[in-house]
């Protein structure tokens, strides 16, 4: 399976994407990832909160769930 990365912008709640390397009628998954600021300034700061945690975390939230 192949895969493009195409940089769009989302204008009134719609999405356009051009030079789309398929044919007409192709079906196709679209993935959106916003390339914000305001996203990276909170994994930033999700970093920061978390940083304290000993070990690893996935390690921990499952230990959780064993426990219930």
């Known amino acids: ?3 493009h990365v195409l940089e ?3 204008t009134n709640g719609k ?3 051009k030079d789309v390397p398929y044919a007409d009628g ?4 679209v993935v959106i990832t916003p390339k914000t600021q305001d ?3 909170g994994l930033e700061e999700i970093r ?3 940083a304290h945690i000993k070990g690893n ?4 939230i499952s230990e ?3 426990e219930r």
Do not use: G, H, W, Y
């Open 1 to 3: 399976m192949f895969e």
């Open 26 to 29: 192709t079906p196709v998954k």
């Open 57 to 60: 975390l996935s390690d921990v």
């Open 8 to 10: 769009a912008q989302v």
């Open 64 to 66: 959780e769930r064993n």
């Open 48 to 50: 920061e909160l978390t």
């Open 15 to 17: 999405l356009e994407i």
């Open 39 to 41: 996203v990276l300034e």
